[in-house]
């Protein structure tokens, strides 16, 4: 079963095309240099239309997460996390932590985290994270 | 809005609570509607005022053979119905209307015309946390609480001992759907839904309904009850993306809710007799205590661990079982202002005795929305 797959519009299209490319793409008022996200064409802060989009550095901590015991059918049969991060630039996104035991043990909030990028289909690729190396 | 210028003068559960296979979704609201009509001496010509979620007021009011002058759609979750309540004390207090009944049903267990929970791929949900295995509340609701456990040294006992003291106030309600005593092994020994929820954390899935009516506080003396004021309200929405919450510790919707209910109400929290907290999974009361100010951040451990919310405690708190141990539809809200109303007209099946004051909070979605309503039985 393929991957539950997100839909983007005119407003998230950057965000997709960058994580196609291998780029994790945040957006930021130009004023403020406060940074956002999800994606969205003005700062939730203040309504300035004024903001650019900018490549994150890709790393994050491990804020709060869950780990699934009944995966959703197309996530496979065996227990995952699903999980928030803290990105280094401030904002917080949900995700995957992989590349490691999907156990408490192994889990540890605020762990050091890195990006990577999991092609689902010919179009999008998802922003997971693993455990940082070095 | 004014204090004690609206009443509950009418309120009801569905005829049948718990497995309902043979009624629809719409067939639910229809029956709490006729249920509480009855128990204020009313007919459908008698009311010109309608809100639910969950279904269309249009659909309940063609459905009842009602001809509103005022309708309230507001969905946002199993609180809507406490914002039905607060926007019905405003219309009633503008002359919109003079009756209004609310109400809820939902096939929640038996699924009898019921739609499904999805969301559009291409919906902020649908785009930034569909994709990562989210299936339904267990795996949505329960993200912040490691946070949360974290901060305040909160352990998996402690959230356990949420489940315990609730059953024993379910032991007491003949219509709960679970009332045999468990103990913290038991809820720690059940299966793991997603960690760290084990199932007797989490909520019932069942069917049901409810419905309530109100009216003027200066009509509600004429009707056979003993009137349940509205004392104050409150409401307020976060985020759709539990991932995007301000703080994974606290709830801003129920500061904001909560705050704006007792601000209007003028009372303090130690005039308060009875508490309901929506508690979809165990870690909701632990977040209510705090955020409606009854204990300071990290502390509503140490306070249901303390028995102060069991029975014989100083604060009764979701003495119908709530929605870990009385029943759960989908949107439990409705059920949290029915035991308020209970308690304070005193035929509770767990009765708090004297009750004046009652306070019922409600969350919708995963702490996406909050709604707060304060009764009283008593004209101050």
Request: aromatic letters at 8%; glycine letters at 10%.
């Amino acid at each position: 079963m393929p991957r539950m797959a997100p839909e983007p519009t005119p407003e998230t299209q950057h965000f997709w095309d960058g994580t196609a490319r291998g780029e994790l793409l945040l957006q930021r008022n130009k004023q403020t240099g406060e940074a956002y996200f999800p994606p969205r064409p003005f700062c939730p802060k203040t309504g300035s239309r004024d903001v650019e989009v900018f490549k994150a550095s890709g790393r994050a901590t491990l804020y709060s997460y869950v780990i699934n015991a009944r995966p959703r059918p197309d996530m496979g049969t065996e227990p995952h996390s699903i999980a928030v991060v803290q990105l280094e630039e401030g904002p917080r996104m949900m995700t995957n932590i992989v590349g490691c035991p999907q156990t408490p043990e192994a889990l540890v909030l605020d762990m050091p985290l890195e990006v990577v990028f999991e092609k689902i289909s010919d179009t999008i690729s998802l922003p997971l994270f693993q455990p940082a190396k070095g | 809005m004014k204090q004690n210028s609206v009443a509950v003068v009418g309120a009801a559960e569905t005829t049948k609570m718990g497995k309902i296979p043979d009624v629809s979704v719409i067939g639910l609201h229809a029956d709490a509607a006729l249920n509480a009509m009855k128990d204020a001496g009313l007919n459908p010509s008698d009311i010109d005022g309608v809100a639910c979620a969950g279904i269309s007021p249009v659909e309940l009011a063609h459905y009842l053979g009602i001809t509103p002058t005022y309708a309230d759609g507001t969905s946002v979750g199993g609180c809507s119905f406490m914002l039905h309540v607060r926007h019905a004390a405003a219309a009633i207090n503008e002359g919109l209307c003079k009756t209004v009944l609310i109400t809820h049903g939902e096939s929640g267990r038996s699924r009898v015309g019921a739609g499904g929970f999805g969301r559009s791929p291409s919906s902020l949900m649908g785009q930034f946390e569909m994709p990562y295995g989210v299936t339904s509340p267990p795996t949505m609701f329960t993200i912040p609480v490691l946070r949360y456990m974290k901060t305040y040294g909160v352990t998996e006992q402690d959230l356990a001992m949420v489940a315990v003291v609730q059953r024993e106030w379910a032991a007491l309600n003949p219509r709960s759907s679970f009332k045999d005593p468990i103990s913290v092994d038991d809820v720690l020994n059940s299966p793991m839904i997603a960690w760290p929820f084990r199932m007797l954390m989490c909520c019932l899935v069942t069917d049901g309904g409810g419905a309530l009516i109100l009216t003027s506080a200066d009509r509600a003396k004429d009707f056979p009850t003993k009137p349940v004021y509205v004392l104050g309200t409150g409401e307020s929405v976060e985020t759709p993306l539990v991932s995007q919450m301000e703080d994974f510790t606290t709830s801003k919707a129920f500061r904001v809710s909560g705050k704006k209910a007792f601000d209007e109400a003028g009372i303090k929290h130690s005039d308060v007799d009875h508490l309901m907290i929506y508690d979809a999974f165990a870690h909701l009361p632990l977040y209510g205590l705090e955020d409606l100010g009854f204990c300071k951040p990290g502390e509503a451990k140490d306070f249901i661990n303390g028995r102060n919310t069991a029975i014989g405690g100083k604060l009764p708190l979701n003495t119908n079982g709530g929605g870990l141990s009385y029943m759960h539809s989908g949107m439990y809200g409705m059920y949290a202002l029915q035991e308020s109303v209970r308690q304070l007209r005193g035929v509770a099946p767990a009765q708090v005795k004297d009750a004046k004051i009652s306070v019922s909070h409600g969350v919708g979605g995963m702490f996406a929305a909050s709604g707060t309503i304060i009764f009283g039985n008593e004209k101050v």
